[in-house]
């Protein structure tokens, strides 16, 4: 069940929402369609979670992934948390991701670690 909750979503720039592996790049993994369908893909798949509604709980959750050099997101982890609650939400919208571009170094793919900020707020 979906709650009518404001949930905002921070995306920062390749910048500084990506951590990566290497040294330099060619090409940074990208979501399909780019950022804006990063956010608009959390936004509308993220569920306030009913505990922290009724806790009030807020704040930002940042998860840090990897993007294989399939596309693949795995080993997602929490690098700050807010409650159990939120945390296990985030968790759950970065495993229904589906396969980004993957970054490229000297043509070829490489894995790449990105940094996702997610923000509850009621």
Known sequence: ??????????CFVASMAMNVVAQEREQLPQFP?????LM??????????????????QGRVIVEMVIETTGEVVDAKI????????????????????????GYKDGEPVR???????IFKL
């Open 112 to 118: 790449t670690t990105f940094v996702l900020p997610v």
């Open 1 to 10: 069940m979906k709650r009518n909750v404001l949930i905002l979503l921070v």
């Open 33 to 37: 369609g780019g950022d804006t369908e």
């Open 79 to 102: 690098l700050r948390s807010v409650s159990p609650e939120c945390d296990a939400e985030v968790l759950r919208i970065v495993r229904l991701m589906p396969k980004w571009t993957p």
């Open 40 to 57: 608009s893909f959390v936004a509308q798949n993220l569920v306030y979670p009913e505990q922290a509604i009724k806790d009030k709980v």
